[in-house]
């Protein structure tokens, strides 16, 4: 039986080595080629194999280090130069002041002599009975003359025109710039004041309400100063406004001004001060200050800029204070004027935007309220369009040509 069993074990091993034999030459024997077929011109080119490059030498120039993308690199990205520095804004010339208003008169007549040749045409008529003298009157107050002085005019116009009998064209021209002359004043001191005789820097205070140009007033003033050959240092004390600052430092780098300025909603009484501490000490010929645009109405705000005032006058009396009025707005500037007169000594009057309107009565009007003169006008919105007042030039853009 054990016999039986070993020759069982033995026939099995005997097969199986010979199976083993017969699958190892099968896999030996190559595997027929694959069919020929055509190129496919539409597939994307092979990838090279591994030692490719090595075998196939490539005559085109290998990249430098500084070429190759380093892992997680990205691309390479060019060195960013230095940002060239701002080049300094080049110094202007402003025009000369003086004949600035003759020179601006034809703006000044486009919008101003509708009253002159008004009150010539009535003036004109044959018969100039009490509703003719009436139309009169009521023209001159349109134009924002005032009361008190339209009825001063018109009295005296009166009396003129009795005595003189026949009226030529010539003759009622004549007639009327006399007594518009005699209105406006022409004995009235108009140079703002930038040079007191015992010591340096001239002082001046720039007030007024928002909206009517103040800082662009005072950015042009510097402007005037520069062309009469003065050196300025302007105070930028309008801390409440974020613009203002940058507005009239800008005004200043077009004239070589320099800018004194502090912090947004900082003290305007401090700068003020510093404005003129630096000013002596620069030795500049004028300082001028750009102050808040105060409303009229807010007691606690026109109390502050009294406090301006008395801190600069720790260094120097004010030479100036100049109240900027916008000339389009009538009657109403002469409330502005009132309430600005009781807190600050107003010296001066600028009216701006005159060209803007034909109420040129408006000087007139707050020269009488004030008994102040009206120093400046401005007629554009040129940095060269403020001009000193000359009553004779304003008087003959009313009457016209």
């Known amino acids: 039986m054990e016999t039986i069993i070993l020759a069982v074990v033995i026939a099995v091993v005997v097969l199986g080595a010979l199976g083993g034999l017969l699958i190892t030459s099968r896999l030996k024997k190559p595997l027929p080629p694959p069919p020929p077929s055509k190129p496919d011109l539409t597939a994307p080119p092979a990838e090279p194999h591994v030692g490719d490059e090595a075998e196939t030498p490539r005559d085109e120039q290998r990249r430098t280090i500084e070429e190759v993308d380093l892992p997680g690199g990205g691309a390479p990205t ?3 130069e230095p940002p060239a520095a701002e080049k300094a804004p080049e110094i202007e010339i402003p ?14 007549s486009r919008s101003q002599n509708a009253l002159g ?3 010539l045409t009535l003036l004109s008529r044959e018969h100039l009975d009490e509703d003719t003298w009436e139309e009169i009157e009521d023209t001159l107050l349109t134009a924002d003359v005032g009361v008190q002085p339209t009825q001063e005019l018109v009295e005296r116009l009166r009396e003129r025109v009795k005595v003189l009998g026949t ?24 140079e703002v004041k930038t040079e007191p005789e015992s010591r340096k820097p001239g002082i001046v205070m720039v007030v007024g ?23 300025v240092v302007l105070g930028a004390a309008d801390t409440f406004r974020a613009a203002a600052a940058d507005q009239l430092q800008t005004w200043g780098e077009r004239v070589g001004a320099h800018t004194v300025r502090g912090p947004e909603a ?12 630096e000013g002596k000490e620069m030795g500049v010929d004028v300082v001028l200050i750009d102050t808040a645009g105060r409303l009229h109405t807010k007691t606690g705000l026109m109390d502050e800029l009294g406090k301006v005032k008395r801190v600069v006058e720790k260094h120097a009396p004010l030479d ?21 007169s009781e807190v600050v000594d107003i010296t001066g009057i600028v009216l701006t935007k005159l060209d ?28 060269d369009d403020l001009a000193p007042f000359d009553p004779e030039a304003f008087v003959d853009a009313l009457l016209g040509d």
């Open 78 to 80: 060019a060195v960013e």
């Open 95 to 108: 025009e000369p002041s003086a004949g600035r208003l003759i020179r601006l008169r034809a703006r000044l």
């Open 117 to 119: 040749k008004g009150l």
């Open 167 to 190: 009226r030529t064209p010539e003759e009622l021209r004549g007639l009327l710039r006399e007594e518009l002359l005699k209105l406006v004043g022409t004995d009235m001191d108009r």
């Open 209 to 231: 309400v928002n909206g009517t140009g103040k800082t662009t007033t005072t950015g042009k003033l510097a402007r005037v100063l520069v062309a009469d050959g003065r050196t």
């Open 266 to 277: 900082g003290d305007p009484a401090s700068v003020a001060f510093d404005a003129v501490k």
């Open 320 to 340: 100036e204070v100049l109240l900027v009025l916008d000339a389009t707005t009538g009657q109403n500037g002469l409330v502005q004027a009132r309430v600005f």
């Open 356 to 383: 803007g309107t034909a109420k040129g009565g408006i000087v007139i009007a707050v020269q009488n309220e004030l008994g102040v003169p009206v120093k400046l006008i401005g007629l554009g919105e040129g940095p």
